[in-house]
């Protein structure tokens, strides 16, 4: 177990809708990142907070959009959704330069 | 700004041969460097870190020497098995500790 929890861990919707993904991240860990992982891409920076303000933006779509809470978990919002944004979407936190990412388990996103 | 390339797969080997996994890197700064490994259905886990110049990661026989003057940080394993088929992604840490990870390599180890 890593400590990041991340839900739901499935999620099956229809073109068109939004979904909210959220992120526990370690306790103590002030950074936060999402990613997103499909077949054809591989592993995609999305977007990073760190202490709830963003630090730095990937490959991440116009319809999509994160924020971190005063409490330090984080939420990925994904609208008007395409059969192509079915991916895993994985979380992960760190703290400090040298410190690793910690990951969590995933939502497997399906868009159908 | 900062990027990993690592080598494509997917790379098959049988049990017991040598593994090697290219992985190099731009970044600005002393950037930490990782490797991690994602199992089929699994989220991912760190294999491997080294925070400095010439320092070396290890870990369940896997082993990664930062080398700053070539900007690389390939993974080694001296005999692989079955147990280590999965996926591995070098990753670094830079500026603003963003993670930027390489596209991953697929290894399939056969008996």
Same mark, same amino acid.
């Given at each position: 177990d890593s400590g990041v929890t991340q839900t739901p861990k499935h999620l099956i919707t229809a073109t068109g809708q939004r979904v909210t993904l959220r992120c526990s991240p370690r306790s103590g860990d002030l950074s936060v990142y999402w990613y997103q992982q499909s077949l054809d891409q591989g592993l995609q920076f999305l977007i990073q907070y760190y202490n709830g303000e963003e630090r730095a933006k990937g490959?991440?779509? +116009?319809?999509f959009s994160a924020q971190q809470f005063p409490d330090l978990h984080s939420e990925l919002n994904l609208s008007s959704? +395409?059969?192509?944004?079915?991916a895993l979407y994985f979380c992960a936190s760190s703290v400090g330069r040298e410190g690793e990412a910690f990951f969590g388990q995933g939502t497997r996103l399906t868009v159908v | 700004g900062d990027s990993v390339t690592q080598m494509e797969g997917p790379v098959t080997l049988s049990e017991e041969a040598c593994l090697t996994i290219n992985c190099t890197y731009t970044a600005t700064g002393y950037p930490s460097l990782f490797w991690y490994v994602q199992y089929p259905g699994e989220g991912l886990q760190l294999l491997l870190k080294a925070t400095k110049a010439d320092d070396k990661g290890s870990n369940k026989g896997f082993e990664a020497t930062y080398r700053k003057e070539t900007t690389s940080f390939h993974l080694e394993k001296g005999s692989v098995q079955v147990s280590d088929s999965a996926v591995y992604f070098c990753a670094l840490k830079g500026g603003y500790q963003k993670v930027t990870f390489g596209t991953g390599t697929k290894l399939q180890v056969i008996p």
């Open positions: 490959n991440i779509l +116009e319809r959704l +395409e059969l192509g944004d079915s | -």
